[in-house]
């Protein structure tokens, strides 16, 4: 008879685990004992725990032969969830609950082949522009763990013809404003009645820090005096959809921006607005660890508001390019790189961990910088 048991995650959620009796182990003449873990719900965990019991039944447990790729997903990821950040396992559950299980999860891993694999590498090249590698990477972690564990001799993911685009995707003009786009975006908020969202535009767009960076800061992480910002953390989505605060992803993305005068000046401005619009809604906004961008309860504001301001914004506008909120940070890489910067200082400033992301993501090069490419040939040639 399986015995079932629920316990917590190191991540706070509730999962189940079951054993049962599996006969003698004949090296070790005592008791042998199946356990499983990770099954979400207490039907899920009966289910697996009556199949195990009927195999068992008919003659021995076949661990290799019958075990299915949702499972060997499972034990996988409770190794995985001690290596990464809550962000990134919330986010890695849902890829695999929305693309990779459906695909695999019911199918037993053994049976699984090459073509299998194949065929659905390329119906998620056809569904989306960019993410079909980021999962065809994830389902090969799991394989490469039922190799360890040998529930499979070989990897049927291996092998994959990797689907590419033929289009150069980043040469798209949506990917990033243009200095007078960007200058003419501004003219549609007012800096005295919309101090807050004037502000955390201009910070954004001025600065190239990452949305849940610009939530995440406090008051203590502008220093006035030397005109500079800290980037020491960041808001993310956690387990549950809830927003918590966690450090720099890499040890680059701690850094210090130097602001700008104009930049300071809003900031100053909205301070002292926030201080006055914030006791009267019973906030001391002047105590340590204050957030610059709050919301009305004093509170974490959502990583989906930035979203929201900015198509409230440009949705009707058609002068301006659809473009989403981390693509300021595209734009604030590209209007450097006009302005005269280099690689180096690009990649400081952002915070990004190596020169072949810089030059890979965010050195798109706009029409007047080639203009400029090719006027400066041509003085040099001068024939």
């Known amino acids: 008879m399986a015995s079932i048991k629920s316990y917590t995650t190191k991540s706070g959620d509730k999962r189940y685990s079951i054993q049962l009796y599996a006969g003698i182990n004949p090296q070790t003449g005592k008791p042998k004992r199946i356990h499983r873990k ?220 130097t602001l700008d005068k104009v930049t300071l000046g809003h900031l100053k401005h909205w301070r002292s607005q926030q201080r006055r619009d914030y006791l009267v809604l019973g906030y001391n906004t002047m105590k340590p660890g204050q957030l610059i961008f709050a919301n009305t309860k004093n509170g974490m504001k959502s990583l989906n508001t930035p979203s929201k301001w900015l198509h409230a914004i440009m949705d009707d506008k058609p002068e301006l390019p659809q473009i989403t909120i981390h693509k300021f940070r595209h734009t604030h890489a590209t209007l450097l790189f006009e302005a005269g910067a280099n690689i180096k200082e690009v990649q400081d400033r952002l915070g990004d961990a190596d020169v072949d992301t810089i030059m890979n993501i965010y050195a798109h090069v706009s029409e007047k910088q080639r203009k400029k490419t090719t006027e400066k040939l041509a003085t040099y040639m001068g024939f």
């Open 38 to 257: 990770g099954f979400r719900t207490q039907k899920e965990a009966t289910l697996a725990a009556s199949r195990l019991e009927l195999e068992l039944d008919q003659g021995g447990l076949q661990k290799n032969n019958n075990i299915l790729f949702k499972e060997v997903y499972q034990e996988w990821y409770e190794s995985y969830v001690n290596t990464v950040r809550e962000s990134t396992t919330a986010r890695v559950s849902g890829i695999f609950d929305n693309h990779i299980l459906p695909a695999f999860g019911k199918k037993r891993i053994r049976t699984i082949t090459l073509s299998d694999v194949q065929s659905t590498l390329n119906r998620w090249f056809k569904e989306v522009k960019v993410n079909y590698k980021r999962w065809y990477n994830f389902a090969n972690m799991v394989f490469k763990y039922a190799m360890r564990q040998g529930y499979i001799t070989t990897n049927p993911a291996a092998m994959v013809t990797m689907p590419r685009r033929t289009d150069n995707w980043q040469r798209d003009p949506n990917k990033f404003w243009t200095k007078e786009q960007l200058e003419h975006f501004f003219t549609f908020i007012d800096p005295i009645e919309e101090a807050e969202k004037y502000t955390l535009f201009r910070v954004l767009a001025f600065t190239g820090i990452r949305r849940g960076e610009c939530l995440a800061l406090t008051w203590n992480d502008i220093n006035f005096r030397q005109g500079t910002l800290s980037v020491n953390k960041s808001i993310a989505q956690g387990t549950g959809g809830k927003q918590i605060i966690q450090p720099p992803k890499t040890r680059t993305g701690k850094r210090t921006i």
